[in-house]
C-alpha cells in the first residue's frame, strides 16, 4: 500500500471532518508510570494555545500495561487518541502510524518518558507560525550518560549536518514540531526518524531550531544503549545516498566501477606485456591477482548502478512519488 493510500485509510477512521491545527504524536513502548504525568503536563499546555489540537498516543506493543493508562487518558479527554500495535515495532513505525492519522496543520512530536517537556511546545508554535517547515528542539542542557549516549550523538549530529548541510545541533530530539507537507512526503523507514530534516531536505524546508528543556529519566529506563551508535552510522550512509544519489545511482557505482575496473585493466596489460616480451613470470605478482580482482569489482560495481537506475525508476513509477516538490502554483 503507499503512503496516499495508507494515509486514505488512516482518516477515514475519523468521522469529523473538522480542521484541527496541532496533533501531537507520542510513541509509547512501555512508559507506564509516567503516562499520567504525561497527560497532567500536556493538559497545562495544549488548551492554553487556543487552538484545536489532537493528541496521538502510539502504543508500540508495550507489556508493562502502558495500554490501560492510555485507555484510561482517552476516556478522560476525547483529543487523546491512541493507536496500539500488534507488537513491539519500534519508535519509527511508531512515529510513521501518528503521521499517518494525524489531521493537524503542525505535527509536534515528542518522547512519552517525560524527558521532553510539553512547556515548550507554544516556543516551537511561535517559530512555526514564522514559516518554518521544521522546527528542531535543540537539548542544550541534555541529560543524559556522557559516553554512552552524548559523545556519539555528537559525532553523529556533526557528520549528518556536513554530509546533508542541514545545520541542527541536535537531531536526536524527538521535540520537533513539522509542517503537514514535511510529514506527508517523507517514507521513514528503520531508524529515520530521527533525521526528518534531513531526509526532507530533498524537497527544499526551512529548518530552525530552538532551545528546550531536558530531564533525565524518572520512570522506567531508555530502550537504547551505544550499540545504537553502528546503526546510526548505516542510517547516515543511507540517508547520503538517498539525498545525493537516489536519482542517479550510475553516477556514484559506475563512477567507482570505471575507477577500479581501469586501474585493473592497465595494470594488467603491463603485467602481460612483461609476460610477453621481458619474459617475467607472472606466478610471484601478487599484483596480477589484485588486478584481475579490480577489472571484477569494477564491473559488478557498474552492473550494480544499472540495476540502481532500474530499480529507481521502478520505484518512482509504481509509487507514483514524483521526483519534485512543488511549494504552490499560481495558475
Ligand atoms: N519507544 C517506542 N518504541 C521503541 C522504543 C522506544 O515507542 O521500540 C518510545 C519510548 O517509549 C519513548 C521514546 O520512544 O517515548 C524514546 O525512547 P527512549 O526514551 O527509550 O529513548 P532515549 O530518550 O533514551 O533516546
Ligand atoms: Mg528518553
Redesign the pocket.
Given at each position: 500500500m503507499s503512503k496516499n493510500q495508507r494515509m486514505a485509510k488512516a482518516s477515514s477512521f475519523c468521522d469529523e471532518e473538522e480542521e484541527i491545527y496541532l496533533s501531537v504524536v507520542?510513541?509509547?513502548?512501555?512508559?507506564k508510570q509516567s503516562l499520567e504525568h504525561l497527560y497532567e503536563n500536556l493538559n497545562a499546555v495544549l488548551p492554553g494555545i487556543g487552538k484545536s489540537y489532537e493528541v496521538i498516543l502510539?502504543d508500540?506493543g508495550s507489556n508493562d500495561g502502558s495500554f490501560i493508562e492510555l485507555k484510561k487518558i482517552h476516556e478522560k479527554n476525547n483529543n487523546y487518541k491512541i493507536i496500539r500495535f500488534r507488537k513491539?515495532?519500534?519508535?519509527t513505525p511508531?512515529m510513521s502510524a501518528g503521521f499517518d492519522y494525524a489531521r493537524g496543520e503542525v505535527i509536534i512530536t515528542l518522547?512519552?518518558?517525560l524527558?521532553n517537556d510539553p512547556k515548550d511546545i507554544p516556543l516551537l508554535l511561535e517559530k512555526m507560525e514564522e514559516g518554518y517547515d521544521i522546527v528542531s528542539g535543540w537539548r542544550a542542557n541534555r541529560q543524559?550518560k556522557a559516553i554512552s549516549?552524548k559523545l556519539p550523538s555528537r559525532i553523529a549530529n556533526w557528520l549528518i549536518a556536513k554530509l546533508t548541510r542541514v545545520h541542527i545541533h541536535d537531531y536526536?530530539c524527538?521535540l520537533k514540531a513539522y509542517s503537514r507537507d514535511v510529514v506527508k512526503n517523507v517514507e521513514l523507514y528503520g531508524e529515520m526518524h530521527r533525521y526528518i530534516p534531513a531526509v526532507a531536505s530533498w524537497m527544499g524546508i526551512n529548518v530552525t531550531e530552538v532551545k528546550v528543556n531536558h530531564h533525565s529519566?524518572k520512570f522506567g529506563k531508555?530502550?537504547?544503549g551505544i550499540s545504537r551508535t553502528i546503526r546510526v552510522i548505516l542510517d547516515i550512509i543511507t540517508i547520503k545516498y538517498l539525498l545525493s544519489y537516489s536519482q542517479r545511482p550510475i553516477q556514484i557505482f559506475g563512477l567507482l566501477g570505471l575507477f577500479t575496473g581501469t586501474v585493473g585493466l592497465i595494470t594488467t596489460i603491463y603485467l602481460i606485456i612483461m609476460r610477453l616480451f621481458f619474459q617475467m613470470s607472472l606466478a610471484d605478482r601478487p599484483l596480477f591477482t589484485l588486478s584481475i580482482f579490480m577489472i571484477f569489482i569494477g564491473v559488478q560495481l557498474i552492473t550494480m548502478g544499472i540495476l540502481a537506475e532500474l530499480i529507481m525508476r521502478t520505484y518512482h513509477e509504481a509509487s507514483g512519488k514524483p521526483t519534485y516538490a512543488v511549494k504552490e502554483i499560481i495558475d
Open positions: 507520542i510513541p509509547v513502548y512501555n512508559e502510539i508500540d513491539n515495532f519500534g519508535q511508531a518522547d512519552a518518558d524527558q543524559d549516549r536526536g524527538t529519566r531508555s530502550k537504547y
